[in-house]
């Protein structure tokens, strides 16, 4: 029966993600800095030795990393220069958790997106800095002893602060939005207690416009259980 309900929570994740985010696997794939995390942890995991535990009743940390696809972030043109959009940034993120049984843990987690800048010479420069706190269910799929699905659904609290120099001194802004955060992934047990996982996810809107700015992360991380 557990299990029944965790593949039912698993499809939903995918469906939800792939529904929004088709187009953030495309984009994010092309990157040569996922190519890059994404050998290195293929590599790990031909190197490694598995092992398989029940790890109900124990803690966990992680720490994640990757590409940030951003959606609604081009300014309007200034003065002679024309519409620009803010680069996507990267994310870092530390995270813990709690697992209540084999298939299903808490997590919470806090995620830090590198500053984008567009500079206009002569005029000044825009920045904008953006992170987020999370909370969600955990689901967990087994494949095989070493290989599980991950489906994640909760919360994200984001926040965006726009700021700036010389002519845009005076740009001082901040907004917060709770969203829905869903993921899906998979993670490599290398032994008991430390895991690969990699993981698509939607944090959902950083503020209340009728445009708001979204995120979405392709990421690659590490779980150590104690």
């Not at 994310?91 to 995620?111: C, D, Q, W």
């Amino acid at each position: 029966m557990p299990e029944c309900l965790v593949l039912s929570f698993m499809l939903c994740c995918v469906r939800l993600v792939l529904v929004f985010e088709d187009f953030v696997v495309v984009y994010l794939f092309k990157e040569k800095f996922v190519k890059k995390i994404v050998m290195v942890a293929l590599l790990s995991v031909f190197a490694a030795t598995p092992a398989l535990a029940d790890n109900t009743g124990r803690f966990y940390v992680a720490g994640d990393l990757g590409p940030v696809s951003l959606s609604n972030t081009t300014v309007p043109p200034v003065g002679s220069y024309a519409a620009t959009t803010f680069q996507n940034p990267n994310m870092i993120r530390i995270a813990g958790g709690y697992h209540f049984s084999p298939m299903m843990a808490v997590e919470i987690g806090y995620a830090k997106f590198g500053d984008s800048t567009i500079s206009y010479p002569g005029i000044g420069d825009a920045t904008l800095a953006m992170h987020s706190f999370q909370v969600a269910a955990v689901g967990t799929f087994p494949l095989n002893p070493q290989f599980d699905l991950i489906g994640k659904l909760g919360f994200s609290n984001n926040t965006e602060k726009l700021t700036g120099t010389g002519g845009f001194a005076n740009i001082n802004t901040s907004e917060s939005k709770t969203d829905l955060l869903i993921g899906i992934g998979a993670q490599y047990n290398v032994t008991s207690q430390v895991g690969i996982r990699a993981q698509l996810e939607r944090f959902g809107k950083y503020d209340s416009f009728s445009s708001p700015v979204r995120a979405s992360v392709l990421s690659v991380g590490v779980a150590y259980t104690f």
